[in-house]
């Protein structure tokens, strides 16, 4: 990494009352060592990816933070750039590259760790433990007005300043707390070049938005079995929704009904069955846990999103995105599972 002078002002910086807030949004997607970073106008997109099968993306909007000044460079400084995510729910529509968005790479797990430097209490703990706490119960919080970002409830309150003054310069944090200042130089790379996983929009097979936490609770009831694969079906007929895990400790399958109460959205024109790697889909379960709701959608190659939409501090929203590539079976493998069913 090459030094960036410090005399140059800083082409972007931003203030955000909350630490915890935006710690708890990029936990996410925290399933990788790495995220690249783009900076915008609307927002921060974090976008972090499994070895070209998994994408997770976080989109920490200008409306998180109480400042937030950003003065694209003259002239781009970075060659290649990734895609910019819009401020709406679907964050991930396609978009022509705009130069003037600066890009880079960071360690994820050095910012975390960051972002929670003067400590994470029991309480932020248990809501990566199924969202659930001894004082501040998820629905209890809720109904009383707050969120999972309220401050009674994660009960440390940090203001974080971030700043980046260009190419071959660190991204910056300021972290004050209690009287306390902290500064982290976090060392940024040049950007690696690759595409977010293509969703056909205007071919989808499943359109179906549910209770986050709902997902949560199958996933994590599916997971007893150590399985490795996790195949969905969606169906116009019953079961109209069913999650089925596979795994050398046996099998196992969540059904869901078409009750307008437990899905709220459901659009199936055909049956379609995919199938994924369980571990990549259990890591956004953080995700899962903290979001209200979840689009889950799917195309006709079976491309898989999962976008939630999380509640954050003032009445807002924010959306975390994954999609995943679907497993495909080694050849042979699909004439043993229609042996075993002959000999059943």
């Known amino acids: 990494m090459a030094s960036a002078s410090g005399d140059n002002a800083p082409i972007f910086s931003a203030v955000s009352s909350s630490t915890r807030q935006l710690f708890l949004l990029l936990r996410c997607v925290g399933f990788a060592a790495k995220a690249q970073v783009q900076i915008t106008k609307e927002g921060l997109r974090f976008t972090v990816e499994e070895s070209r099968v998994m994408q997770g993306v976080a989109f920490l ?115 004050e707390e209690a009287g306390v200042t902290t500064t982290c130089e976090l060392v940024t790379y040049q950007p690696d070049i690759f595409y977010d996983i293509p969703l056909r929009r205007d071919a989808l097979a499943q359109k179906i938005i549910m209770k986050a936490s709902w997902l949560h609770d199958a996933i994590t009831e599916l997971s007893s079995t150590s399985p490795t694969r996790l195949t969905i079906t969606a169906s116009p007929q019953a079961p109209y929704f069913a999650l089925s895990a596979t795994g050398p400790l046996g099998s196992a399958t969540v059904e869901f009904s078409r009750d307008p109460q437990l899905l709220e959205t459901f659009v199936v024109a055909r049956r379609c069955v995919n199938t994924y790697k369980f571990s990549l889909v259990k890591a956004a379960t953080r995700a899962m846990a903290l979001a209200s709701k979840v689009s889950i959608r799917g195309d006709d190659v079976g491309v898989l999103s999962l976008q939630f939409m999380i509640e954050v501090e003032g009445g807002g929203v924010s959306f975390v995105d994954f999609r995943f590539v679907p497993f495909v079976a080694q050849e042979g493998e699909d004439d043993e599972g229609e042996e075993d069913d002959r000999e059943d």
């Open 61 to 175: 909007d200008k409306a998180l933070f109480t400042t937030y000044n950003f003065l694209p460079p003259s002239l781009p400084s970075l060659t290649n750039q990734v895609e910019p995510t819009q401020n709406n729910a679907e964050t991930d529509e396609d978009n022509d590259v705009d130069d003037e968005n600066p890009s880079f790479q960071i360690s994820l797990y050095s910012l975390l760790e960051c972002l929670q430097i003067f400590g994470v209490d029991s309480k932020e703990r248990s809501w990566g433990n199924n969202g659930r706490d001894s004082n501040f119960s998820r629905a209890g919080s809720i109904a009383r007005g707050g969120s999972v970002f309220d401050n009674r409830v994660l009960g440390m309150v940090g203001v974080c300043r971030l700043s980046y003054v260009g190419s071959g310069s660190p991204f910056c944090l300021i972290l």
